[in-house]
Nanobody
Framework: QVQLVESGGGLVQAGGSLRLSCAAS????????MGWFRQAPGKQRDLVAT???????NYADSVKGRFAIFRDNTHNTVYLQMNSLKPEDTAVYYC??????????WGRGTQVTVSS
């Protein structure tokens, strides 16, 4: 059974940084891609960043230049480095792993709150 465990969320002031971690219960190369999504209260869950099996990355326009997704293959962990945080980045952040053709796996989420 696939398990994804997020950590690293918290409260930070605007302009600050946080690093989120997502530890997978099996090799991250088991998946076609992994990524981070976020959901603010009353809003839909939106993509933040993804990293493919081959290492290609993709970012939402709202976080380009501020966030970076990367991985540690040895520890089966994917990270999201978040810099220059804004109040609008406040949300629950979810780790995602996708396996073709249609399997999506989710972590339980970690809260990120950015104060102004």
């Amino acid at each position: 059974q696939v398990q994804l465990v997020e950590s690293g969320g918290g409260l930070v002031q605007a302009g600050g940084s946080l690093r989120l971690s997502c530890a997978a219960s099996l090799s991250i190369f088991s998946f076609n891609h992994m990524g981070w999504f976020r959901q603010a209260p009353g809003k839909q869950r939106d993509l933040v960043a993804t990293i493919t099996y081959g290492g290609s990355t993709n970012y939402a326009d709202s976080v380009k230049g501020r966030f970076a997704i990367f991985r540690d293959n040895t520890h089966n962990t994917v990270y999201l480095q978040m810099n220059s945080l804004k109040p609008e980045d406040t949300a629950v952040y979810y780790c995602n792993a996708f396996l073709q053709p249609d399997r999506n796996y989710w972590g339980r989420g970690t809260q990120v709150t950015v104060s102004s």
